[in-house]
C-alpha cells in the first residue's frame, strides 16, 4: 500500500495540485466515535495496516499515552491520508471540552470539517460548541451520523436536531437501512442503490444491491427533497430539473458541492465506524463536496510594514510569497534540542528546509532547521512544502501559536487566535530538591505551546497557582510534567477562578507629578466606569480631544486600563464587561509622558472601580445528564443540592436528558455522587457557559 501511495502522488504532481487536495478536521462531541471514524480513514486509504481500536489504546491518531490509557483524544493529530488521487490532510480533534483550545486552533487552518454525530445521542452540547466554531471561520461542513447499530439510534431524530439546534438545512446523501440491530447498510440517494459491507474484510468489500422493497417509498421520497433542494440553489440545474424531473448523478454532486462550497446546507452520511460501515461513503463525501485550498476565499492580513491590508492566495507551484501560520507547538523534553515543533499551514508561497522566515510579531527571522510530513506521532522528512500543504517544522525556537511566518520582504500578519480564560487552578510544587528551576522551565515551555494553560505565583503566598480550563486538564498537564519532563510534582486541589465587575457608574481623577530618571513627569486623567452586559467585554474609549490629552498618550492610557483589570477589584481576580472612558484630564508640553499617564490611569481606574459597587462573579456550567426515567428524582435532588438548577428534560427511549445549570464551585466531586446515585447508569457533560453574580460572595472569602 505504500507503493501505491507513492504512486498516487506521482499521478498528483502531473496534474493540476492544489485541486487535488482537502484539508479537513474531524469534529465531534465527546464519545461519538470520532477517533474510531478516523482510525477507520486511515484502514481503507491504505495509511494504517491494521484498525486502531480506542478501547485497547492501539489508535493512530491518539498517540499519547495518556489518550489510549484515558480513551479520549486530548491533542490534536494530524495525518495524510490518500483516497481516490486526492490527497487528505486529516486534523483528529478532542472532543472533551477542557480541550477546546485544540478545536479552536485546528479549524484556524482547515478548509472544510467532518462534523460527527452519535445516532443515539445526536446534536449533544460539546456538538454544538465546535459547530459554532466552525461556523465563525466559515468552513463548509459534512456530517456522519455514526452508531447507527447501537440502541436508541434514530437517523430521523438527528436530522431534525441538526435543523433546529445547528440551525442549518440538513441534506441527507445516504441514510441507513434498518437500525439498532437491524442496521445492515445504507442506501446511496445520489445513484439511488443499496451498499453492503462485507463483515469477513473488515468492510474493505462492500456490493451495491438493489434498495430493499420496504424502503422504496422513503427513498424516493428522500431522493426527491434532494433535487428539489440542490436544483433551487443552482440556476442551470434547476432548468435541467424542470424539463426533465431528475438529475443526473454528476451533476448532482456537482450540485451538492456548489451548496456545500457557499454553505446553503449540510450533507449527511449515515454508518456505523466501529462495524466498519459507511466510512467509504463518508470519504467519497470528503473529497466529492468539501473544498480544495484554491477555493476557499484568500487569506487577509495586515502589511507591518504600511500597515495596509494584503491578501495571500495558493498558488500551485509555490512561485509566489511565501505565508504560513503556526497553529500548534508542541514540546516533549525526551525529544533531542528541547524536542520544540511547530504546526504550519502554508497558504501561499513554499517553505525550504534550512531558509529563513520573517516572524512579523517578534520582528525577525528564524530557521527552518527540518520540514516534515504529518503522521500522527511520527514524522516523515521533507526538503520542502507548498501552499496548500500541513506540515511540522522543527527549529523554531521562538515562533508560537497565532504567529504569521512570510518572506522579509514581503512581510504579512493574519489575525490570530482568541482562547477562553481558564476557570479552575491549582496549586503547583516540585517534590524534589532543587526541581524549582527545572520545573518553572518546563512549565514555561507547557504554556507556550497551550494557551488555555496559565502560570502566575500568589503575591501573598509565593505558591506557584497553575490554571486550565478543568480538572482533567490540569490532571493531564500534571501526567505531562511527570511522564515527559521527569518531574515530581503535587498537585493541590482545584479551585476555581472568579472574576469581578461593577453594578454602578462611576468616575475618578488623578493626576501624576513627580520627578523620576533626572526628570518630570505629568500625567492627568479623568475616567468614568460603567458596567456592561454578561460577555460584553472590556473596552476603552476615548472623549476627549489631542488638546487636552495627546493622541500619542492614548495608547498608553488603554494598557494600562487592560493592566489594571488583570489585577482585579477588591479580590484580585480579573476585571469583565466594563466600559472604561477617558472623559478629561490635562497634559504638559514639557513634562507630559507615557509612564505619568499609565500611572494616572491605573490610579483613576481603581478608584473610580472601587466606588462603582465592586462584585465578585463565579462561572456557571452548563451540563447535559443522560440516566434512566428511575432516577430522574435523585438527579433533580443532587442538582439542587449544589446550587444548580434544571433548565430542561428530553425523554429518548427509555433514558431521559435532562439539561442543568450549576456554579463550577460546587461540581467538583460530581462524577462520584451521580454514580453512586444512578447505580453507576449516569453519565455527564459539563461546560463553561456564562459568569454570574455571587448570590453570598462573603460566605465564599
Known amino acids: 500500500?505504500?507503493?501505491?501511495?507513492?504512486?498516487?502522488?506521482?499521478?498528483?504532481?502531473?496534474?493540476?495540485?492544489?485541486?487535488?487536495?482537502?484539508?479537513?478536521?474531524?469534529?465531534?462531541?465527546?464519545?461519538?466515535?470520532?477517533?474510531?471514524?478516523t482510525e477507520r480513514i486511515l484502514y481503507y486509504t491504505g495509511v494504517a495496516h491494521r484498525m486502531g481500536d480506542v478501547d485497547d489504546g492501539s489508535t493512530t491518531t491518539d498517540w499519547m499515552d495518556q489518550e489510549r490509557e484515558r480513551g479520549i483524544t486530548i491533542t490534536s493529530a494530524a495525518i495524510t491520508a490518500h483516497w481516490n488521487g486526492y490527497q487528505v490532510n486529516i486534523i483528529d480533534?478532542?472532543?472533551?471540552?477542557?480541550?477546546?483550545?485544540?478545536?479552536?486552533?485546528?479549524?484556524?487552518?482547515?478548509?472544510?470539517?467532518?462534523?460527527?454525530?452519535?445516532?443515539?445521542?445526536?446534536?449533544?452540547?460539546?456538538?454544538?460548541?465546535?459547530?459554532?466554531?466552525?461556523?465563525?471561520?466559515?468552513?463548509p461542513r459534512i456530517i456522519f451520523v455514526n452508531k447507527m447499530d447501537r440502541i436508541g439510534a434514530d437517523f430521523d431524530r438527528v436530522v431534525s436536531e441538526v435543523r433546529t439546534l445547528l440551525n442549518a438545512t440538513p441534506l441527507p446523501i445516504s441514510i441507513p437501512i434498518g437500525a439498532e440491530e437491524r442496521f445492515s447498510g445504507v442506501v446511496d440517494l445520489i445513484r439511488m442503490r443499496a451498499i453492503r459491507w462485507d463483515p469477513k474484510t473488515l468492510g474493505a468489500e462492500f456490493t451495491f444491491d438493489d434498495i430493499p422493497e420496504t424502503m422504496r417509498a422513503q427513498a424516493e421520497q428522500r431522493r426527491n427533497e434532494l433535487l428539489e433542494t440542490v436544483a433551487a440553489?443552482?440556476?442551470?440545474?434547476?432548468?435541467?430539473?424542470?424539463?426533465?424531473?431528475?438529475?443526473?448523478?454528476?451533476?448532482?454532486?456537482?450540485?451538492?458541492?456548489?451548496?456545500?462550497?457557499?454553505?446553503?446546507?449540510?450533507?449527511?452520511?449515515?454508518?456505523?465506524?466501529?462495524r466498519n460501515v459507511g466510512v467509504q461513503c463518508l470519504?467519497?463525501?470528503?473529497?466529492?463536496?468539501?473544498?480544495?485550498?484554491?477555493?476557499?476565499?484568500?487569506?487577509?492580513?495586515?502589511?507591518?510594514?504600511?500597515?495596509?491590508?494584503e491578501e495571500r492566495r495558493p498558488d500551485e507551484k509555490g512561485d509566489g510569497p511565501t505565508c504560513a501560520y503556526v497553529f500548534k507547538t508542541y514540546t516533549n523534553s525526551s525529544e533531542g534540542g528541547g524536542g520544540r515543533t511547530s504546526f504550519l499551514r502554508v497558504y501561499s508561497g513554499k517553505l525550504s528546509e534550512g531558509n529563513f522566515v520573517y516572524n512579523s510579531r517578534l520582528d525577525g527571522k528564524?530557521?527552518?532547521?527540518?520540514?516534515?510530513?504529518?503522521?500522527?506521532?511520527?514524522?516523515?522528512?521533507?526538503?520542502?512544502?507548498?501552499?496548500g500543504d500541513i506540515c511540522i517544522a522543527a527549529g523554531l525556537k521562538l515562533s508560537r501559536t497565532g504567529d504569521t511566518l512570510t518572506d522579509l520582504d514581503n512581510p504579512l500578519s493574519l489575525e490570530s487566535l482568541a482562547f477562553p480564560e481558564p476557570v479552575v487552578m491549582a496549586a503547583l510544587e516540585a517534590r524534589m530538591a532543587g526541581g524549582e528551576e527545572k520545573l518553572k522551565l518546563?512549565?514555561?515551555?507547557?504554556?507556550?505551546?497551550?494557551?488555555?494553560?496559565?502560570?502566575?505565583?500568589?503575591?501573598?503566598?509565593?505558591?506557584?497557582?497553575?490554571?486550565?480550563?478543568?480538572?482533567?486538564?490540569?490532571?493531564?498537564?500534571?501526567?505531562?510534567?511527570?511522564?515527559?519532563?521527569?518531574?515530581?510534582?503535587?498537585?493541590?486541589?482545584?479551585?476555581?477562578?472568579?472574576?469581578?465587575?461593577?453594578?454602578?457608574?462611576?468616575?475618578?481623577?488623578?493626576?501624576?507629578?513627580?520627578?523620576?530618571g533626572g526628570r518630570d513627569h505629568y500625567g492627568h486623567v479623568i475616567l468614568r466606569v460603567s458596567p456592561r452586559e454578561r460577555g460584553a467585554g472590556v473596552v476603552f474609549e476615548s472623549q476627549v480631544g489631542p488638546e487636552i490629552v495627546p493622541n500619542e498618550y492614548l495608547p498608553a492610557i488603554e494598557q494600562a486600563v487592560h493592566d489594571a483589570c488583570e489585577s482585579g477589584i477588591r479580590y484580585g481576580y480579573p476585571v469583565l464587561d466594563i466600559k472604561v472612558e477617558l472623559i478629561g484630564?490635562?497634559?504638559?508640553?514639557?513634562?507630559?509622558?507615557?509612564?505619568?499617564?499609565?500611572?494616572?490611569?491605573?490610579?483613576?481606574?481603581?478608584?473610580?472601580?472601587?466606588?462603582?459597587?465592586?462584585?465578585?462573579?463565579?462561572?456557571?456550567?452548563?451540563?447535559?445528564?443522560?440516566?434512566?426515567?428511575?432516577f430522574v428524582g435523585a438527579v433533580h435532588q443532587?442538582?439542587?443540592?449544589?446550587?444548580?438548577?434544571?433548565?430542561?428534560?428530553?425523554?429518548?427511549?427509555?433514558?431521559?436528558?435532562?439539561?442543568?445549570?450549576?456554579p463550577l464551585s460546587k461540581m467538583f466531586g460530581y462524577a462520584t455522587d451521580l454514580r453512586s446515585g444512578t447505580q453507576g447508569r449516569g453519565s455527564y457533560t459539563m461546560m463553561f457557559a456564562l459568569y454570574e453574580r455571587m448570590p453570598d460572595e462573603q460566605a465564599m472569602l
Open 366 to 387: 528564524e530557521r527552518l532547521a527540518r520540514l516534515y510530513k504529518v503522521h500522527a506521532d511520527k514524522k516523515r522528512k521533507t526538503k520542502e512544502v507548498l501552499a
Open 1 to 37: 500500500m505504500v507503493i501505491l501511495n507513492d504512486i498516487q502522488g506521482v499521478l498528483m504532481a502531473r496534474v493540476a495540485r492544489l485541486p487535488k487536495i482537502r484539508n479537513i478536521g474531524i469534529i465531534a462531541h465527546i464519545d461519538a466515535g470520532k477517533t474510531t471514524t
Open 233 to 274: 440553489e443552482d440556476e442551470h440545474l434547476l432548468e435541467k430539473f424542470v424539463e426533465r424531473g431528475q438529475l443526473d448523478p454528476e451533476d448532482l454532486v456537482r450540485g451538492v458541492r456548489h451548496g456545500v462550497l457557499h454553505q446553503l446546507f449540510v450533507p449527511i452520511f449515515s454508518g456505523a465506524a466501529l
Open 638 to 662: 443532587q442538582i439542587a443540592a449544589r446550587g444548580g438548577r434544571i433548565t430542561g428534560t428530553e425523554l429518548r427511549e427509555k433514558l431521559q436528558i435532562l439539561r442543568a445549570m450549576a
Open 93 to 139: 480533534t478532542p472532543g472533551h471540552v477542557d480541550f477546546t483550545a485544540e478545536v479552536e486552533r485546528s479549524l484556524r487552518v482547515l478548509d472544510g470539517v467532518v462534523m460527527v454525530l452519535c445516532a443515539r445521542g445526536g446534536v449533544e452540547p460539546q456538538s454544538e460548541v465546535v459547530w459554532r466554531q466552525a461556523e465563525r471561520y466559515r468552513i
Open 283 to 309: 470519504l467519497d463525501g470528503i473529497v466529492d463536496f468539501l473544498p480544495a485550498p484554491n477555493e476557499v476565499p484568500p487569506q487577509q492580513g495586515t502589511n507591518p510594514k504600511s500597515g495596509e491590508m
Open 442 to 516: 518546563a512549565l514555561s515551555h507547557l504554556a507556550v505551546d497551550d494557551p488555555t494553560f496559565q502560570v502566575s505565583v500568589d503575591e501573598n503566598t509565593g505558591q506557584r497557582i497553575i490554571k486550565g480550563m478543568g480538572e482533567l486538564h490540569l490532571q493531564v498537564l500534571e501526567e505531562r510534567l511527570v511522564r515527559e519532563f521527569n518531574m515530581k510534582v503535587r498537585l493541590g486541589k482545584p479551585q476555581v477562578t472568579y472574576r469581578e465587575t461593577i453594578s454602578k457608574i462611576k468616575k475618578a481623577e488623578n493626576k501624576y507629578q513627580r520627578s523620576a
Open 585 to 630: 484630564g490635562s497634559s504638559s508640553e514639557v513634562d507630559a509622558s507615557e509612564i505619568a499617564f499609565r500611572n494616572a490611569a491605573i490610579a483613576a481606574f481603581r478608584e473610580a472601580c472601587r466606588n462603582a459597587g465592586p462584585v465578585l462573579m463565579e462561572p456557571i456550567m452548563r451540563l447535559e445528564i443522560i440516566c434512566p426515567s428511575e
